[in-house]
């Protein structure tokens, strides 16, 4: 199921298919570098996989999504939506992640910009966030180049980030 096309990249629902794809992305320590829970083994990968085949089971309109690249066909990594409670606020993520063969490109900010357009206009949210390590400056770059600011530093059980966010009006 699509969920919105940007000039060079399809989001759609992820499907059961897309385990190997996702595996593969999951699995690379380069791609998982800021994340603290590092890569992800195959089971781990169906189980994050199972968990958004229908959207995020309580928020169905968010969830992570399959970036397939138009052109090929190819996918080429996984974005999103994901609600958190952050300071007992309600937040919604923009979440990202190529294949590091896809960086360098734009891609990313074009499926960030493609997301805060898509949860404006077809969801109507009005703030959207970006939850960063402190040292992914690739990640902090599109969050910028999506419309966020940084807003504060945090600290949750998987350590430290920094919050980048977007009112829209
Ligand atoms: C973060 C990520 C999605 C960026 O993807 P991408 O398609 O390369 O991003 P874009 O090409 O749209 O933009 C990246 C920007 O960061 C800049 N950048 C890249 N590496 C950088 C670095 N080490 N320091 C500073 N800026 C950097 C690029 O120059 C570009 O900015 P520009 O357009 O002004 O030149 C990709 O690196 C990734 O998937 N990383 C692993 C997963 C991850 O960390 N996700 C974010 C979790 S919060």
């Known amino acids: 199921?699509?969920?919105?096309?940007?000039?060079?990249?399809?989001?759609?629902?992820?499907?059961?298919?897309?385990?190997?794809?996702?595996?593969t992305l999951y699995s690379d320590p380069i791609v998982r570098r800021y994340f603290p829970e590092g890569t992800l083994t195959l089971e781990e990968t169906r189980e994050e996989l199972e968990w958004f085949l229908n959207g995020h089971p309580r928020h169905p309109e968010l969830g992570l999504w399959a970036a397939i690249l138009k052109e090929t066909g190819q996918f080429i990594g996984r974005c999103g939506l994901l609600p958190w409670s952050i300071d007992d606020q309600f937040e919604i993520e923009i979440a990202y992640m190529l294949g590091k063969e896809y960086w360098g490109q734009g891609l990313a900010s074009e499926a960030a910009q493609g997301i805060a357009r898509y949860a404006h206009e077809q969801l109507g949210l009005t703030r959207l966030i970006c939850l960063i390590d402190h040292?992914?400056?690739?990640?902090?770059?599109?969050?910028?180049?999506t419309g966020m600011t940084f807003e504060k530093e945090g600290f949750d059980d998987k350590g430290p980030y920094v919050l980048y966010s977007m009112e829209i009006p």
Not at 1 to 20: A, F, G, N, Q, Y
Request: aromatic share 2%; proline share 3%.
């Open 1 to 23: 199921m699509k969920i919105l096309e940007t000039e060079r990249l399809l989001l759609r629902r992820l499907v059961p298919e897309d385990l190997d794809a996702l595996y």
């Open 135 to 145: 040292d992914n400056a690739a990640s902090i770059r599109v969050a910028t180049k």
